[in-house]
């Protein structure tokens, strides 16, 4: 049958509507801000990186213990936009790990990508566990083991071995930073992180606990001076925070200055267990931690969230305002 002349108009307005909307993609594409929490799913303990031009996440995957036995990790051009790698490690690649793969620590070192991790929550020095290195050629992975072994097995200066931050001082040396259970360690890594080296003074294992500290260490240097920041309170509770203090050294000392991330009655619980990044050539700085949202009181209920992170004029952090819009659209060159 012959169209008349209005159905063939109807058609081309219809056509035409359908054209002009925009697909799922183009709409995702037009998100002006990350939005807190910038990806779906309960994750925590979240490591930032900058990878080849890329921002990278890797945090724990929050759940009950024995169903942590992998991890994902997460890329983004901007910062708003975010593309999910799924178990990027997990046991079928270090098979000594259990359950509890925790608090993700990742650094690229000649052409490698490592990425340490707590795991089997160990109680005592008989349990197999403790903090491990995985090992990929892409940040992306798949991560396989580095040793075969755990890298720290003991519990030592009373500290739990997890929650390993890998920090690499301007000299070329790396250092690890961990410990749950209120105790703090820093260690010197070999070279190809096969193992720990003593200090010169012959300590392997340096204390370098501060006032409040519960676990979750991160370390960075601006303008010179080291700081460390650490979680504080219970992670399971509305009143995880993070604190910080400001040594010359990485060793410190290090006396606490202030809270500057915490739970905000109007937004969320529990915020905590960091990382930073450091827009490189830039004094641009975000953090990236977890919280709780206000509608959950489960333990494991923890969401990746980015904020903005300023310093005032003395180099004091300031109170971090964490927020539900999260941040702009950041690339980097
Ligand atoms: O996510 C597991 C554990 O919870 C981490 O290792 C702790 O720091 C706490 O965030």
Not at 154 to 176: S, T
Not at 197 to 226: C, L
Not at 268 to 285: C, K, L, R
Request: glycine share 10%; aromatic share 12%; net charge neutral.
């Amino acid at each position: 049958m012959k169209k008349s002349i209005s159905q063939k108009l109807l058609l081309k307005i219809i056509l035409g509507a359908a054209l002009a909307v925009p697909s799922v993609t183009a709409l995702a594409q037009d998100k002006k801000t990350s939005g807190n929490p910038v990806v779906e799913g309960w994750y925590a303990d979240p490591e930032a990186k900058i990878f080849d031009h890329q921002y990278w996440l890797y945090p724990t995957y929050s759940a009950k213990y024995n169903e942590q036995v992998f991890m994902d990790a997460f890329s983004s051009p901007d910062l708003v936009h975010w593309t999910k790698h799924s178990h990027v490690v997990d046991t079928s690649g270090v098979k000594w790990v259990r359950r509890a793969l925790w608090a993700p620590a990742v650094t690229e070192k000649d052409g490698k990508y490592y990425l340490f991790f707590g795991a089997n929550d160990i109680q005592n020095n008989s349990e197999k566990g403790g903090i491990g290195v995985a090992v990929s050629d892409k940040p992306e992975g798949p991560f396989k083991d580095h040793l075969g072994k755990p890298l720290i097995d003991q519990i030592i200066n009373k500290a739990q071995p997890i929650d390993q931050f890998v920090f690499k001082d301007d000299n070329g040396q790396y250092y690890m930073i961990y410990g749950g259970w209120g105790q703090c360690n820093i260690v010197k890594l070999k070279n190809d992180f096969t193992g720990v080296i003593p200090f010169e003074d012959g300590i392997t294992y340096k204390k370098i606990t501060p006032e409040g500290y519960v676990e979750g260490p991160v370390m960075f240097k601006r303008n010179g001076k080291y700081y460390f920041m650490w979680s504080e309170g219970g992670w399971t509770g509305p009143d995880y925070r993070v604190a910080y203090a400001i040594g010359n050294t990485p060793f410190g000392p290090f006396k606490r200055i202030g809270t500057i991330l915490k739970q905000d009655a109007t937004i969320a619980t529990g915020a905590g267990h960091h990382s930073v990044i450091n827009v490189p050539g830039t004094d641009e700085w975000y953090i990236v931690y977890h919280r709780r949202p206000l509608t959950e009181t489960d333990a494991n209920h923890r969401v990746m969230c980015i904020d903005k992170m300023y310093f005032d004029a003395d180099g004091n952090i300031k109170p971090v305002k964490i927020t539900n819009e999260g941040v702009t659209s950041r690339m980097l060159k």
